[in-house]
């Protein structure tokens, strides 16, 4: 009882804050985490009967997020961003060596419970890798030196908050501005151009303008705010999509650092439009720290009564908004996914239709951008949407901000009409003897050098802004392995295809870098490509195989070097299969070896 | 006149908010699946009733049928894609139908030879998976689980007691129980359960009844999958 008592303690303030709201779990469970650095079972004991929800349903949401815990881990749970990109700047021989001088094993819990020690998804720090998150809070720029300094903290247990200020610096790195990220922007500007206008002013401005998300879909902006003024319901709902997790990509977290007015000013103008009263940025977790920032920015808002009632003297034109945290699952970038996440539930993507702009946020009329579009949208309200609309090509209006990565001399943020090479962009960051450009991350597409005078544009290479660079030093496949991995651990497990066919993608590539691989595997993959592209639930499954494809057709060699048999070859090694065997029994003469392990072709 | 779509080339009525699945089976007429059954609401994750709208692929379950649709189903093409899937859930979990007290009346087993599946192609998962058998009444296998969630929604949607539910993600999706011990026999579940007897597969048994009906006499010894087109038949309280 006394137990039971001492988590109701701290489990009360969090509860009252979201107004015991179960569509409010996910946020309950990722503060009610922070008191033991894990989900207590007690805790949800008590968030049992606070909230009325099943232990299954608790559970359930717990366990699908990568940052939320039911078991125990360290005091100190660092983690690894594991995108290519970090892998390159040596972020694997930094865990070994922090494994290695903290006594360690990687995914485990150290025999103290003091320090756990694992990978994570790209954590969108690839400018300025590597990186790591401890207790969620992002550390860039890893060096040896860096890695030992911290295992010396973690050792004297020095809290998080007295660890150097500079370790947690995270730089913005604009290389290059154009519309949106130049500093000239008024806070409420763009609104009173907007109330100016009136809402269907407003919306035809947008039409005008030919805006299309920037998410990476390029769906066109007006049609999604027409389609959601005109859906009938009791509350319309924005969200603005932060949840960035296409490995490469950081755009929207130097959005929010330096640019949050415009973003949230985007927001307003969505909502005035298309008459919302609530608006949610939904920001990934591994951009916690930006927290307090933002919500001072929303503070700053409401003052000058840009946010709440009435907003800017316009009677009936009330609008707010709350930010919700993701806890690592890239499926929640997926709109249908983030809206399930936003209700506190698991983020498997729905059935479609309906869709978002009918069926949004509990069930109601909702708008789903990224922070880009919304950001774009303040410049529409400002100077007009043919003025935008002359920026760009002819399909793809104004401009994109693409996140560079990888191998160049300048890493960081370009922001460029749309329109712009490849060439132009490789030539601006100082990328030279370049093999390759991933465009738009691993569910992307992957251009040869041949390709580098293609441009970035919806009717060429349409992206959400994630541009890693691959110089000819790297070995493609391996690009492509590491990207396989991925989709492997994000796949939401929803459905079939792609919960079972990403994990045999993954098996598939490890056997190629075992060296097991035969031509015969090219043709399980394309089979698998197919398969997923053809019956999976969403875009993840759709787009899983893209890496591979890109990289079999435009780098084959990195493949050919790695056949050795030109048949096929199980990835099942019977004399290696032997060696627990070997070990118990001590031998390890010619006897106890398979010597020519060959094995009858099995299949056609 | 009602509204009719037409499914391989047979025309199909069907009434406002049927999907294609439900209209198909009014008809007759069988579409392969494994996650849907008519009782609960669709959830389209198996995706084996994935069918060709207009050239476009989409799950028959959760499709809304519309007047004129064109859809394909028993495709060569589609049911290939099929097989595939059926191998996958094969593959993931631990599946060994000899030893298996659901042989011959279970309907991934009955769909997999249905769809002429030969060997399992890939190469198995063998992943660890629990046994409970601390309930007085029933066996979960958690082996043999498809993840299909029909158990779930039995319980939550029919039972009103969310027994079971899904946890984890992508491939380590797993089925669990409504209790702090994880145990069956701390959950309130009972024999009487709808959730009891929806299992397609062999992951929820009753204890104590075993090769009551011999092999070669079961369901799908009788008569192919095909021919039961109400999965209702096929629960097993209702046989």
Not at chain 1, 38 to 52: E, K, S
Not at chain 1, 426 to 448: E, F, K, M, R, Y
Not at chain 2, 129 to 154: E, K, M, Q, T, Y
Request: glycine share 8%; net charge negative; hydrophobic share 35%.
């Amino acid at each position: 009882m006394e137990e039971l008592d001492h988590h109701a303690e701290y489990l009360g303030p969090i509860l009252d804050r979201y107004s015991h709201q179960p569509a409010n779990l996910l946020q309950i469970l990722r503060e009610a985490q922070e008191v033991y650095g894990y989900i207590h079972p007690d805790a949800i004991d008590y968030l049992i009967t606070q909230l009325r929800l099943p232990r299954t349903k608790i559970e359930g949401v717990a366990s699908f997020y990568s940052f939320l815990y039911l078991e125990p881990r360290g005091q100190y749970r660092i983690l690894f961003s594991d995108n290519i990109t970090d892998r390159m700047l040596g972020s694997m021989e930094l865990m070994t060596q922090m494994c290695h001088e903290l006594w360690v094993e990687p995914g485990k819990v150290s025999e103290d419970g003091l320090v756990s020690i694992d990978t994570t998804s790209c954590t969108g720090m690839c400018d300025q890798g590597p990186a790591i998150l401890v207790n969620n809070i992002a550390i860039t720029r890893m060096t040896p030196r860096r890695v030992s300094e911290i295992c010396g903290l973690v050792r004297k247990q020095v809290p998080l908050s007295q660890w150097p200020p500079a370790y947690f610096d995270v730089a913005d790195n604009i290389q290059r501005k154009d519309l949106l990220l130049h500093d000239d922007f008024v806070p409420g500007i763009a609104l009173v151009a907007a109330l100016r206008r009136g809402q269907d002013g407003m919306l035809a401005e947008i039409k005008r303008s030919g805006l299309r998300g920037r998410g990476g879909a390029g769906f066109t902006t007006a049609i999604k705010w027409e389609s959601c003024r005109n859906a009938q319901g009791k509350m319309h709902y924005v969200v603005c999509n932060a949840d960035e997790g296409e490995p490469g990509t950081f755009k929207d977290r130097v959005l929010l650092t330096s640019y949050a007015h415009k973003v949230f000013e985007g927001m307003t103008l969505c909502a005035y439009v298309i008459g919302a009263g609530k608006g949610m940025l939904y920001l990934r977790g591994e951009y916690r720290y930006l927290r307090d920032h933002l919500e001072a920015v929303l503070q700053s808002r409401r003052q000058q009564n840009l946010l709440g009632n009435s907003i800017l003297g316009q009677g009936g034109f009330d609008f707010d908004i709350d930010i919700h945290f993701g806890a690592g699952a890239y499926i929640c970038g997926e709109e249908s996914a983030l809206l399930e996440s936003l209700e506190g539930k698991r983020g498997t993507p729905r059935n479609r239709p309906p869709f978002p702009v009918t069926h949004g946020y509990l069930n109601q009329p909702t708008v789903v951008n990224n922070v880009e579009t919304f950001a774009a949208a303040c410049h529409i309200a400002q100077r007009g949407g043919a003025w935008y609309a002359a920026m760009g090509t002819p399909q793809s209006a104004g401009t994109k901000i693409l996140s560079v990565s990888g191998d160049c001399a300048r890493p960081g943020i370009y922001e460029y009409p749309f329109g712009v090479s490849v060439r132009q962009v490789l030539q601006d960051c100082g990328a030279s003897n370049t093999q390759a450009v991933q465009v738009s991350g691993p569910s992307g597409i992957t251009i040869a050098a041949h390709e580098f005078d293609r441009i970035i544009a919806f009717e060429d290479l349409p992206t959400a802004g994630a541009f890693m660079v691959f110089d000819q030093s790297r070995d493609m496949f391996e690009v492509a392995r590491n990207f396989v991995h991925f989709f492997a651990h994000e796949s939401c497990g929803f459905c079939t295809p792609c919960r079972v066919g990403t994990s045999l993608l993954r098996n598939m590539m490890d056997k190629l870098h075992n060296g097991h691989g035969s031509p015969y595997d090219f043709q399980e993959i394309e089979n698998m490509n197919r398969l997923l592209l053809s019956m999976s639930h969403c875009g993840l499954g759709h787009t899983a195989c893209n890496p591979v494809l890109d990289t079999i057709a435009k780098f084959r060699p990195a493949y050919e070097r790695r056949l050795l048999q030109k048949d096929f070859t199980p990835a099942f090694d019977l004399d290696w299969s032997l060696e627990a065997a070997r070990q118990m029994t001590g031998r390890d003469d010619s006897g106890a070896h398979i010597l020519h392990p060959h094995h009858p072709k099995t299949e056609t | 006149m009602s509204k009719t779509f037409t499914l391989d080339n047979k025309v199909i009525p069907f009434e406002d908010g049927q999907t294609i699945i439900q209209a198909a089976q009014a008809a007759k007429v069988y579409i392969p699946h494994l996650c849907y059954h008519p009782g609960f609401k669709p959830h389209g994750s198996c995706k084996l009733c994935t069918v060709k709208i207009n050239g476009r692929q989409t799950a028959a379950c959760t499709m809304q049928a519309a007047a004129g649709m064109v859809v394909e189903s028993e495709t060569i093409e589609l049911n290939a894609e099929r097989r595939t899937l059926t191998q996958m859930l094969f593959v993931e979990g631990n599946h060994f139908c000899p030893s298996c007290e659901k042989s011959g009346d279970c309907q991934l087993q009955a769909t997999a030879y249905e769809l002429g599946m030969m060997s399992a192609h890939f190469d198995h998962f063998f992943p660890n998976r629990p046994l409970d058998a601390s309930h007085p009444d029933f066996i979960l296998d958690l082996n043999r689980c498809i993840l299909c969630s029909l158990c779930v929604r039995a319980s939550r949607d029919v039972d009103g007691k969310n027994v079971f539910a899904l946890a984890g993600r992508g491939i380590k999706t797993h089925l669990i129980v409504n209790a702090k011990s994880g145990k069956l026999a701390d959950t309130d579940f009972s024999a009487q359960d709808k959730a009891a007897h929806v299992c397609p597969v062999g992951v929820i048994l009753p204890k104590r009844k075993g090769f009551t009906v011999p092999i070669g006499e079961r369901t799908f010894d009788k008569l192919p999958i095909s021919e039961y087109v109400d999965t209702r038949l096929l629960d097993s309280d209702e046989k």
